[in-house]
């Protein structure tokens, strides 16, 4: 807390914001390089279905983290703020790079029925009571979010984005099997890598605030 003594009310958001442009153009980076392989034809790069299904939905899902991690008040531990603000930039970042693939093969960025792609989710969704993609949370979950403030604030913030991330990852193993392009998968194996070292981290931080996480998705 004494860390944040004088310094500008206006700071973090502009750190964030200059790292979200750089990841940002990192992701128009990585469609401009699968715009100049489609060109040559060499390769031959095509978005199957698959592709545009997970690209569409994991896009819709990282949002809802994106929102979950700007939910989280100002007054938790700073090593919990970090953290936010990580996702916030990293998610940002994988967003840019799926819609670029979307809007460069003239996909919309929503998929009119989401989840298709993922084989057998239908069956998951019933027994979540209409979950729309896994570890989603409720908007009453977020909202109640919002109007809690410390510790408390702390402990619900990771229990709803470890079920988050544990239901990214799911999507994310689903679709290295379920993709065609490579370029699709390598990033599908990064999220893996990413979240689920960050749930590790998240699930330590929750035992140390004597709660414990939700249901996995």
């Known amino acids: 807390m004494g860390s944040d003594t004088g310094s500008s009310p206006f700071r973090r958001p502009l750190v964030l914001l200059l790292c979200a442009v750089l990841l940002g153009a990192g992701g128009v980076a990585a469609g401009m390089w699968l715009q100049s392989v489609r060109g040559t034809g060499a390769v031959g790069v095509q978005l199957s279905s698959a592709d545009v299904g997970f690209a569409q939905d994991m896009s819709v899902h990282h949002e809802q983290a994106v929102l979950i991690a700007q939910t989280l008040p100002q007054d938790v531990d700073p090593q919990i703020r970090v953290i936010a603000d990580q996702i916030v930039v990293a998610q940002t970042s994988e967003i840019a790079t799926m819609r670029g693939w979307l809007n460069l093969f003239d996909e919309s960025f929503t998929a009119a029925h989401p989840m298709q792609w993922m084989h057998g989710f239908d069956h998951v969704m019933s027994e979540q009571g209409g979950a729309p993609m896994p570890g989603m949370a409720s908007t009453s979950e977020i909202t109640r979010l919002a109007g809690l403030h410390g510790a408390d604030a702390e402990a619900l913030f990771l229990q709803l984005m470890i079920r988050h991330h544990q239901g990214g990852v ?39 605030r004597d709660a414990n996480p939700l249901p996995h998705p």
């Open 170 to 208: 799911d999507m994310a193993e689903a679709a290295i099997h379920a993709v065609a392009s490579e370029p699709v998968r390598r990033v599908a194996r990064g999220m893996i890598r990413d979240q689920s070292n960050e749930i590790a981290v998240m699930t330590a931080l929750l035992g140390t």
